[in-house]
């Protein structure tokens, strides 16, 4: 899929999470809630850093468009030392790595030690790139026609300003984990949900996507999990854009209300 439907799945994601949440008597502060889901619709990003074209290698400049060559032949590496012979040939690293649970799981843990182990400027930096993330997913067209500067702005104010809420009592720093010390162990939450679900986006296009790796299927060590070949369709087709788009912002009001205590 494109960055916005991608970036919108993720947000819905995390707002019926915060449905769930509130179902099983663990509710979501609501700047949980909120922060949630735009660290998880910039989340739903990441795995296109092996993509030079993708949004999130333009997103940061040069360090970004470096970090995405990096990531590129790092994948390609790892394709080519674990394929099986019944993997194809292939010239680039694409929907290899960053498109499994595991790198998800991985990203996700990371950030969340960095949370609770860097202390503030940890977590403003996890906000930040996040929240950059997001306005260049949800508000695509307007970040295209502003410079990157400003949109690195906006996403540095807000850091800093839904921070300053969070560490707030009783607003969400310890939500769901806590025991002292473990402020912020659930940012790694939405950041592994963003990612997966990109990649169950992905799966659903022509390509599929290896969201299974390293377990194998079949004699495929990189099988492109997805639905038959007849319910796929093509990244920015009028199925994404018509039909799942929609569905998602319906699924992401219904979950926020239902989070809210709205429903």
Request: aromatic share 10%.
């Amino acid at each position: 899929m494109m960055g916005p439907a991608h970036s919108l799945s993720g947000a819905a994601a995390w707002l019926g999470v915060g449905a769930a949440a509130a179902a099983f008597d663990h509710p979501m502060p609501w700047p949980v809630l909120v922060v949630g889901a735009l660290i998880c619709a910039g989340a739903a990003l990441a795995p296109d850093l092996d993509h030079k074209s993708a949004t999130i290698s333009r997103a940061f400049g040069p360090v970004s468009r470096g970090l995405c060559e990096i990531v590129d032949k790092l994948s390609y590496a790892v394709y080519k030392a674990t394929r099986s012979t019944a993997d194809p040939r292939r010239s680039g690293g694409h929907r290899t790595l960053t498109h499994t649970w595991l790198w998800a799981v991985l990203i996700g843990a990371g950030c969340s030690a960095a949370a609770v182990t860097g202390g503030r400027w940890a977590v403003l930096t996890i906000l930040f790139v996040h929240l950059v993330l997001a306005v260049e997913g949800l508000l695509w067209r307007a970040a295209r026609m502003s410079s990157d500067v400003l949109v690195w702005l906006l996403g540095a104010t807000s850091a800093w300003i839904l921070a300053g809420v969070l560490d707030q009592p009783g607003n969400g720093a310890g939500w769901l984990f806590t025991e002292p010390g473990q402020e912020y162990l659930w940012l790694g939450l939405p950041i592994v949900l963003g990612a997966l679900v990109h990649d169950i986006g992905d799966a659903l296009t022509v390509s599929g996507c290896p969201i299974l790796w390293p377990i194998p299927v079949g004699r495929k060590r990189w099988y492109p999990i997805g639905p038959p070949k007849a319910m796929r369709f093509r990244a920015g087709s009028w199925v994404e854009l018509k039909v799942l788009m929609p569905v998602f912002m319906l699924l992401g009001g219904v979950g926020g209300a239902s989070a809210l205590g709205f429903l």
